[in-house]
C-alpha cells in the first residue's frame, strides 16, 4: 500500500497581486530562516537531514548576492529551490506565475532557476501543511521516515510512527465525525461496533490508524458526503507505504462470509489511496466484489438487502415478509438450494419464481401427495404465488371431504343438506350459499334452505322468497341446520339424520 503519487498538470498564468506579494514575503522569511522547509526532527531522525541541511546553509550564506545564488539556482534540489526563492526576494517581483494541478486544486510558484518545480512550491508554499511535504519526499522514501505536517507543527520522527497528540487532534477535526478517545466514526456506526469489527446491515468504511490507536469508521449513506478519507489523512503526513500504519477495509454482511483475494484487495485499496475513488465509490465497489464473490462460491449463503443470514432459511424468509403458504414454499426451495442467494428490493413472488421450474412440481407433490394432481397445478398459466394458495385450498378440502362419511346414494333432500354443508366446510360460506339455491322445489326443502341461510346470517336480506309457514318452519330448524355445518364428521349422519326427521321428512340415510 504505497503511497502513490497523484498526477498533476502544470500551465502559466498572470500573477494576482496578492499571491505575487504573499510568496515575495515567503521568499523573505526564509532569508532569515531557511530551515522553515524542513520539519522538526527528533534526535533520531535529524541525522537523515544533515547533509540537506549542509546544503541549505551553504545556499544561505549567498541569500543576498544575486550572481551566487544565479549559478546555485540551477540544481534540481532543495537546495536549488531555496536559491531560487532568494532570487524573487531579491527582485521583489513575480509578474508570471506557473501553476501546478494537484487532486487539492491549483497551486502557483514562481519559477527561478532550474529545481524541480515541486520543490519550488514546496519552498515558496513551507507554511502550507500539505505543500511543504512535496520537498522532502525523495528523502523520507529512500529512508523511510514519517513526518507529520499540519496547520501549527511540521515533526518528523524518523522510522518510529510516533503522530503526535497534536497531530492527531488535528486529523480529527479533519475527518469531522463524533470522535472518542479511540474512535471517529458516523452516527450509524456506533464505537464499539468498529472497534470489534462487527457487522451491521449497513456497509461500512473502517480504517485503522495503528500508532494513533484509532479505529475511523464511516456508514455507506455518510459516505456519500464525503469525499476520500484516507487522502483527507494521508496528505498531511509522508511515508513510504500507508499499509505499515493503516488497515483498510470495507466491513459488510457479505465479507463475513466471503472475503475477497489478495489481488482483488490490493487494485481496490490502490485506486482507492490514488484519490481516484471516493469513500463511497470504494465502499460500493468492495461490496460488490464481494457479493460477485459469493455467486460464484459454491457455499451456500443467504443475503437480502445488503444483510446476511448465512444459511438460516427461516430467518431469511421471515425478512422476506411472505404469506404463510409462500413461506412454507420458500422454505422448501431453500432448503433444497445449496447456491449462493444475493437479492435486495425484491418480493417474495420474486424468490419463487427463480426457484419455480427446479422444484416447483417436487414441492406440489409433498402437499398434495397426488403426482397427477401436482403436474396439473405446476402447468397452470398462472403465477406461483398464485398456483401454491390454489393448490393448499385444494389438499385442505380433500381432508376435510375424506373425514366425511361416505355416501352410495342419497334420497333428495338428504342430497340438497349434504351438498350444502360439504360445500360450507370445504369451500366456504359464499359457494355454500350458491349451493342453497340449488333446493328441491318442495315446502320441506324451502323450509330447510331457509333454515341454513338463517345459520348463516342472511335469512333476512331473501325471507320475502318464502311463505310465512316455510320462514316459521324454517326459524324452528335453524339449530339443526346450524350443527350440521360444524357436527365432528364421526355425529355428520345423526345431525344429517335428526334435520331429515325434525323437517317431518321420512328419509333415511344409507351408508
Known amino acids: 500500500m504505497a503511497k502513490k503519487g497523484r498526477t498533476t498538470r502544470s500551465f502559466a498564468r498572470t500573477a494576482p497581486k496578492s499571491q505575487e506579494k504573499y510568496l515575495i514575503e515567503n521568499a523573505k522569511k526564509l532569508q532569515e530562516n531557511p530551515f522553515l522547509i524542513l520539519p522538526t526532527c527528533t534526535d533520531e531522525s535529524a541525522r537523515y537531514f544533515q547533509k540537506l541541511r549542509k546544503k541549505i546553509t551553504k545556499v544561505h550564506q549567498y541569500c543576498s548576492e544575486e550572481k551566487k545564488l544565479e549559478k546555485l539556482s540551477h540544481k534540481k534540489g532543495l537546495d536549488g529551490a ?3 526563492t532568494y532570487l524573487l526576494a531579491i527582485s521583489e517581483k513575480a509578474p508570471y506565475l506557473a501553476a501546478l494541478t494537484f487532486p487539492t486544486g491549483d497551486i502557483t510558484y514562481a519559477q527561478r532557476g ?20 512535496r520537498g522532502i519526499t525523495d528523502i523520507v522514501f529512500k529512508k523511510n521516515l514519517r513526518v507529520y505536517s499540519w496547520d501549527a507543527g511540521y515533526v518528523c520522527t524518523g522510522k518510529d510512527a510516533r503522530p503526535p497528540t497534536e497531530f492527531i487532534d488535528f486529523i480529527r477535526n479533519k475527518i469531522g465525525f463524533s470522535s472518542q478517545k479511540d474512535s471517529i466514526s458516523c452516527p450509524h456506526v456506533p464505537a464499539d461496533i468498529a472497534r470489534k469489527k462487527e457487522y451491521l446491515p449497513l456497509n461500512y468504511l473502517r480504517i485503522e490508524w495503528k500508532p494513533a490507536q484509532i479505529i475511523i469508521a464511516l456508514c455507506e449513506n455518510c459516505a456519500k458526503s464525503t469525499k476520500n478519507t484516507m487522502f483527507t489523512i494521508s496528505k498531511y503526513m509522508l511515508q513510504r507505504n500507508l499499509s505499515d500504519d493503516f488497515a483498510i477495509e470495507v466491513v459488510t454482511q457479505v465479507g463475513k462470509h466471503q472475503d475477497l483475494s489478495d489481488k482483488q484487495k490490493t487494485t481496490s485499496l490502490q485506486e482507492y489511496l490514488s484519490g481516484s475513488v471516493t469513500d463511497a465509490d470504494f465502499i460500493k465497489k468492495i461490496s460488490k466484489s464481494q ?3 459469493v455467486n460464484t462460491a459454491e457455499e451456500k449463503i443467504l443475503v437480502l438487502d445488503g444483510v446476511s443470514y448465512g444459511t438460516d432459511v427461516s430467518r431469511f424468509v421471515e425478512a422476506l415478509q ?3 403458504y409462500e413461506k412454507t414454499a420458500l422454505e422448501f426451495f431453500l432448503t433444497k438450494s445449496q447456491e449462493p442467494l444475493i437479492i435486495s428490493k425484491t418480493t417474495p413472488g420474486k424468490v419463487l419464481d427463480r426457484y ?11 402437499i398434495l401427495d397426488d403426482k397427477e394432481k401436482a403436474g396439473s397445478f405446476f402447468q397452470l398459466d398462472d403465477t406461483p404465488s398464485n398456483i401454491i394458495p390454489l393448490a393448499f385450498e385444494y389438499q385442505q378440502r380433500q381432508t376435510i371431504l375424506s373425514r366425511l362419511p361416505v355416501h352410495t346414494s342419497l334420497p333428495p333432500l338428504a342430497t340438497f343438506a349434504d351438498a350444502v354443508a360439504r ?5 366456504g360460506e359464499k359457494k355454500a350459499l350458491a349451493e342453497i339455491k340449488n333446493h328441491p322445489d318442495t315446502p320441506k326443502a324451502k323450509s330447510i334452505s331457509y333454515a341454513f341461510l338463517l345459520a348463516l346470517g342472511k335469512g333476512q336480506e331473501v325471507k320475502w322468497k318464502y311463505s310465512k309457514e316455510e320462514v316459521d318452519y324454517g326459524e324452528f330448524l335453524k339449530e339443526y341446520a346450524k350443527k350440521l355445518l360444524t357436527v365432528e364428521p364421526e355425529q355428520y349422519n345423526v345431525v344429517l339424520q335428526e334435520l331429515l326427521n325434525i323437517s317431518g321428512s321420512s328419509e333415511k340415510i344409507v351408508q
Open 356 to 366: 419455480w421450474n427446479q422444484y416447483g412440481k417436487e414441492f406440489l407433490e409433498s
Open 291 to 293: 457479493e460477485n464473490s
Open 114 to 133: 532550474k529545481a524541480d518545480r515541486e520543490k519550488l512550491i514546496a519552498v515558496q508554499h513551507f507554511d502550507d501543511p500539505v505543500f511543504r511535504l
Open 322 to 324: 411472505a404469506t404463510s
Open 82 to 84: 531555496l536559491a531560487g
Open 423 to 427: 360445500t360450507y366446510r370445504t369451500f
